[in-house]
Each structure stands twice: as C-alpha cells, then as structure tokens.
C-alpha cells in the first residue's frame, strides 16, 4: 500500500525526483495504448516532466490493491490497483478511472516498481462525464475518441453468460 499511496502523492506534488525513485533503475511505466511510455529512471523523469509542464493541479487516490508475492522469488510481487484520477488540463478538469497491472521488485529492503502499465475504464472531462459509460469511445483525453482499455476486452466480460 505505501508505494501506491506515495506514486499517487509524488504525482499530485509534482515530486519528480521522489516520483523517478519509486522505480528499479530499469523500470518500466507505460499505458496500454502506447501514449505514454518510459523506460529507465531518466526516461521515466523526461515523460514525466513533460506530463507536469501540460497538467494543472490533480489528485489520485486508489480504492483497492490486489498484490501476490513470487512464491520462488521473495523479491519479486505483482499487483493490480483499481484507481481514479482527478486532473486539469487543456484548460477542462477531467475524471479518469483506471487500473494500474504493476510488477514490484524489492531492492535493499525497499520496494519498487519495476513494470508498471495504466488501462482506462474512461478518461473524460467533466462536460462528457454525465453520460461516459454510456459509450464505447470513453477515452477522451487525446483530442479525439478512443475505445476504452476494458472491461470490453475482458474475457469474462464477454463470457458471462456462458458459466
């Protein structure tokens, strides 16, 4: 839970430094759709920075973490986090709701991300919010309209009924 809160308060404080040393020096953070990507603490610092210099005040807060340790490897964990954000820019604040599918790797004691991947369920600004889920193209953000991460692509989602 600490290195979840503390990403989350490192974006909202615009604590880049403290953001980049939340990642193993080869870590990997990117969205399933390829927009944002970064590798490495200096990549992971130069995209992030780039998302500050564009982004007014934000807020990200997290509502359930689901994490299971590598039985064969006690350094090593994965996790998934149902979240929402909070953000403004171009002008317009925006709501997101999203998952973050991470791998976590314990370095001298600490524990760090060294995969992380962000979905949407949406990402919509608050003038499109009303009626998002309502909508196949839920993914706002960009300027035009995209599918959204999930739950469309999820196997269950499409077998339901078949149980």
Do not use: C
């Not at 309209?145 to 989602?157: F, I, K, V």
């Amino acid at each position: 839970g600490d290195l979840v809160t503390r990403y989350g308060k490192a974006i909202d404080e615009r604590d880049i430094r403290g953001l980049a040393s939340l990642f193993t020096a080869n870590g990997r953070l990117y969205s399933r759709d390829r927009q944002l990507e970064a590798i490495g603490t200096a990549g992971i610092l130069k995209v992030y920075e780039g998302i500050f210099d564009s982004l007014g005040p934000s807020f990200h807060w997290h509502h359930g973490h689901l994490v299971s340790r590598d039985r064969s490897d006690p350094t090593r964990a994965t996790g998934e986090l149902m979240a929402h954000s909070e953000t403004f820019r171009k002008g317009e604040q925006y709501l997101a709701a999203l998952r973050y599918t991470d791998v976590y790797r314990r370095e001298n004691g600490t524990w760090k991300f060294e995969d992380r991947e962000l979905s949407f369920l949406y990402f919509a600004s608050m003038a499109d919010y009303q009626a998002i889920l309502g909508k196949d193209k839920r993914v706002l953000v960009y300027g035009d309209q995209r599918n959204a991460d999930w739950p469309e692509t999820l196997p269950t989602w499409n077998s339901y009924r078949s149980v």
